[in-house]
């Protein structure tokens, strides 16, 4: 896993702890059946509430692809078993970019 994109997560988690956001949002990662991994990062009350993306995909083989999107609510990455770090690196990349379009 990339440390660059996950410090990323770890540092814009910590950012946005405030006693309420991580109860109630906060962060998911869990397993796919097919397999895979699926990300869910709650953007709402950080500064990429309202971001809205289409499915973005990159499929390399039936292993090794990814998918992800922003709801204006949620960023939902879905992922083959080997591209946990690059959906985590697509979280960083929507939220660096996205983030400071806002700004």
């Known amino acids: 896993m990339s440390d660059s994109a996950l410090d990323f997560l770890v540092s814009w988690f910590a950012t946005h702890c405030d006693g309420d956001w991580e ?5 998911r990662i869990e397993t796919l059946d097919n397999p895979g991994w699926a990300l869910d990062i709650r953007i709402e009350d950080t500064e990429l509430q309202g971001v809205v993306t289409d499915w973005q995909r990159t499929e390399e083989s039936p ?3 990814v998918h992800w999107r922003s709801t204006g609510v949620a960023f939902e990455a879905r992922c083959g078993p080997r591209d946990l770090s690059r959906a985590l690196a697509a979280f960083q990349s929507f939220a660096e970019r996205r983030g ?4």
């Open 23 to 27: 109860h109630d949002l906060g962060i």
């Open 63 to 65: 292993d090794q692809w």
């Open 100 to 103: 400071s379009d806002r700004l």
